[in-house]
């Protein structure tokens, strides 16, 4: 993930980051399988979606805090 892809991300809502990653959970699952089967040759791939699907999480958490606070 680029710097300005994550810049983006820290612009939009928790309903549209949640939806990002649910999304992203879902493409890992499948990219998962894949490699247990031996289907899928970029295993980098995976690791990269695995490192954005925890920038997201804390991405979530940090402006639910900030939201908690700022009641």
Not at 30 to 36: E, L
Request: hydrophobic share 35%; glycine share 2%; charged share 40%.
């Amino acid at each position: 993930m680029k710097k300005k892809d994550f810049s983006q991300l820290k612009t939009k809502e928790i309903k549209e980051l949640k939806n990002t990653l649910n999304d992203l959970v879902l493409q890992s699952l499948k990219i998962k399988a894949k490699i247990v089967a031996h289907q899928e040759k970029n295993i980098r791939g995976y690791s990269n979606l695995r490192r954005e699907i925890a920038r997201i999480s804390t991405l979530i958490r940090e402006k639910e805090i900030v939201e908690r606070l700022q009641k």
